[in-house]
C-alpha cells in the first residue's frame, strides 16, 4: 500500500471515530500517525525523490512572496499589473503551468512576486502541479491567498487545509514549548499554564506514537496537541498571509465592505488597478522589513538604494549591509528617523541601535 493509501485509511478512521474522551487517545495515535506519514511523503528518499521538490526559480531581491490561489482567480493579472514581468493570463484555468517570478519595485526595495499554477483540492497529496507549488509556498516570506471575490467563500477553507497539509501554519506564532530529546532518563513534562485543549495523558500517547522514551517537554503555552506535534516534528513554517480578494469590480458594495474587513484580507480589483498601491503597503508591512538609507558627511542621502533589513536590524546589520570590515573600524552612526522632518538633530548611537523603517544612518569610522 503507498502511503496515500495509508493516509486515507487512517482519515476515514479519524472520520469513523467518534470524538470523546475515551476516544481522545487513540485519537492522538492516529494523529501522529499521519502526521509521520505527511512528512514522509513531502521529504521522500530514495526513488520517488523527486516528489518534494519545488519549481527551480531562484530567489533575488530582499524577500520572496508567493501567489497561491485556485485557478483563474487573477494571480497573473496580479504579477503583470504589479512588475514588468509579463505572465500570460486567460479566461480558461491553468494557463499558467510553471512558476514565474516577478519583481516589485518599492521604494528602492526589491521584492520578488512568484506567479504560481493555480492550485486544486488534493494539491498536497500530488494533483496537478499542486505538490510543487505548496513546497514552492514553503520557500516565502510572504504568502499571499488570492481568492475570487465572486466566488464562494469554501475556497479559502481548502486552500488553507492544502497548506497545512504541508507543514505551513499561516499568521501563527511557533507555539511556546520546548522539547529536547535525551538518550535517557524517561519522559518529564512540565508545564507552566494550565493545559485546556489537551492533557499530560495525551502528549504522552503522542509521544509513544513517535517511539520517544526519553525527552524533557517544557510546555509554556496552552496548546492543542496539534501544536504539540508541530513542534515534535519541528520542520512546520510559520508564515505571514494576507488573503486578497480579487475582481471586486464584480462585487456589491456590500459584499465587497464584508470582505474588506476579514482578518488579514484585502480587497484589490487587477483588471481596474483599484487598491493595488495598498496591496503593495500590505505586502511590505506583513514583511517585516525595515529600509534604511545611507549617507555620507556632506551629501544627500541616495533614496532610491537602500538597505534592506529584517524587524530588529541594528546598526551593526546596516555596518555589514554596506562593507563587512565596517564594523571592527566603527566609531559611532548618526540617524535620522521618519520624524527627522520635525527634529533636524540626528542621533549619535552605537552598534547596538535598533534601526527604523526609513531612517537615514551615517556610519562614522576611526
Ligand atoms: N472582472 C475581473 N476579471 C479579472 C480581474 N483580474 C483578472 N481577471 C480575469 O480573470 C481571468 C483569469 O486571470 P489570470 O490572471 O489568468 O488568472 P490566474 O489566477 O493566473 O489563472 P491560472 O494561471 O489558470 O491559475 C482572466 O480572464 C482575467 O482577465 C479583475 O480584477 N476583475
Ligand atoms: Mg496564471
Known amino acids: 500500500?503507498?502511503?496515500?493509501?495509508?493516509?486515507?485509511?487512517?482519515?476515514?478512521?479519524?472520520?469513523?471515530?467518534?470524538?470523546?474522551?475515551?476516544?481522545?487517545?487513540?485519537?492522538?495515535?492516529?494523529?501522529?500517525?499521519?502526521?509521520?506519514?505527511?512528512?514522509?511523503?513531502?521529504?521522500?528518499?530514495?526513488?520517488?525523490?523527486?516528489?518534494?521538490?519545488?519549481?527551480?526559480?531562484?530567489?533575488?531581491?530582499?524577500?520572496?512572496?508567493?501567489?497561491?490561489?485556485?485557478?483563474?482567480?487573477?494571480?497573473?493579472?496580479?504579477?503583470?499589473?504589479?512588475?514588468?514581468?509579463?505572465?500570460?493570463?486567460?479566461?480558461?484555468?491553468?494557463?499558467?503551468?510553471?512558476?514565474?517570478?516577478g519583481v516589485i519595485e518599492y521604494g528602492g526595495a526589491r521584492i520578488q512576486l512568484l506567479d504560481l499554477p493555480g492550485i486544486v483540492?488534493?494539491?498536497?497529496?500530488?494533483?496537478?502541479?499542486?505538490?510543487?507549488?505548496?513546497?514552492?509556498?514553503?520557500?516565502?516570506?510572504?504568502?499571499?491567498?488570492?481568492?475570487?471575490?465572486?466566488?464562494?467563500?469554501?475556497?479559502?477553507?481548502?486552500?488553507?487545509?492544502?497548506?497545512?497539509?504541508?507543514?505551513?501554519?499561516?499568521?501563527?506564532?511557533?507555539?511556546?514549548?520546548?522539547f529536547k530529546q535525551k538518550s535517557a532518563g524517561g519522559i518529564t513534562i512540565n508545564t507552566t499554564v494550565k493545559l485546556t485543549h489537551t492533557d499530560e495523558k495525551a502528549v504522552r500517547t503522542v509521544l509513544a506514537g513517535y517511539k520517544i522514551h526519553n525527552c524533557d517537554v517544557m510546555i509554556r503555552e496552552d496548546i492543542t496537541i496539534d501544536e504539540f506535534i508541530d513542534v515534535l516534528l519541528g520542520n512546520r513554517k510559520y508564515l505571514p498571509c494576507l488573503y486578497v480578494f480579487n475582481k471586486i469590480d464584480s462585487i456589491s458594495m456590500e459584499e465587497l465592505d464584508r470582505l474588506a474587513n476579514l482578518d488579514h484580507s484585502l480587497v484589490i480589483s487587477?483588471?481596474?488597478?483599484?487598491?493595488?498601491?495598498?496591496?503593495?503597503?500590505?505586502?511590505?508591512?506583513?514583511?517585516?522589513?525595515?529600509?534604511?538609507?545611507?549617507?555620507?558627511?556632506?551629501?544627500?542621502?541616495?533614496?532610491?538604494?537602500?538597505i534592506c533589513l529584517r524587524k530588529g536590524a541594528t546598526i551593526e546589520h546596516v555596518c555589514h549591509g554596506i562593507h563587512r570590515t565596517l564594523v571592527s573600524n566603527f566609531r559611532y552612526a548618526l540617524v535620522w528617523g521618519k520624524s527627522s522632518k520635525f527634529a533636524p538633530h540626528p542621533q549619535k548611537v552605537g552598534l547596538t541601535h535598533l534601526v527604523q523603517d526609513d531612517d537615514v544612518v551615517s556610519i562614522f569610522t576611526k
Open 121 to 178: 483540492e488534493g494539491a498536497a497529496q500530488g494533483r496537478g502541479r499542486g505538490r510543487q507549488v505548496v513546497s514552492v509556498a514553503k520557500t516565502a516570506d510572504l504568502i499571499i491567498i488570492m481568492l475570487d471575490a465572486t466566488k464562494s467563500q469554501e475556497q479559502r477553507r481548502l486552500l488553507e487545509i492544502e497548506l497545512d497539509a504541508v507543514g505551513i501554519r499561516l499568521n501563527k506564532k511557533k507555539p511556546d514549548v520546548v
Open 270 to 306: 487587477c483588471e481596474l488597478g483599484l487598491n493595488l498601491d495598498y496591496l503593495l503597503e500590505k505586502i511590505w508591512e506583513n514583511l517585516g522589513l525595515v529600509k534604511v538609507y545611507t549617507k555620507k558627511r556632506g551629501v544627500h542621502p541616495d533614496l532610491t538604494d537602500p
Open 1 to 101: 500500500m503507498g502511503i496515500v493509501e495509508k493516509m486515507k485509511e487512517i482519515e476515514e478512521e479519524m472520520a469513523r471515530t467518534q470524538k470523546n474522551k475515551a476516544t481522545e487517545y487513540h485519537l492522538g495515535l492516529l494523529k501522529a500517525k499521519l502526521a509521520r506519514y505527511r512528512a514522509q511523503l513531502l521529504e521522500p528518499t530514495g526513488k520517488s525523490g523527486k516528489a518534494g521538490e519545488g519549481f527551480d526559480v531562484q530567489k533575488s531581491g530582499d524577500a520572496r512572496v508567493a501567489l497561491i490561489g485556485f485557478p483563474s482567480v487573477g494571480k497573473s493579472t496580479l504579477l503583470s499589473k504589479t512588475t514588468k514581468t509579463a505572465s500570460e493570463t486567460a479566461a480558461y484555468e491553468f494557463t499558467t503551468l510553471t512558476a514565474i517570478p
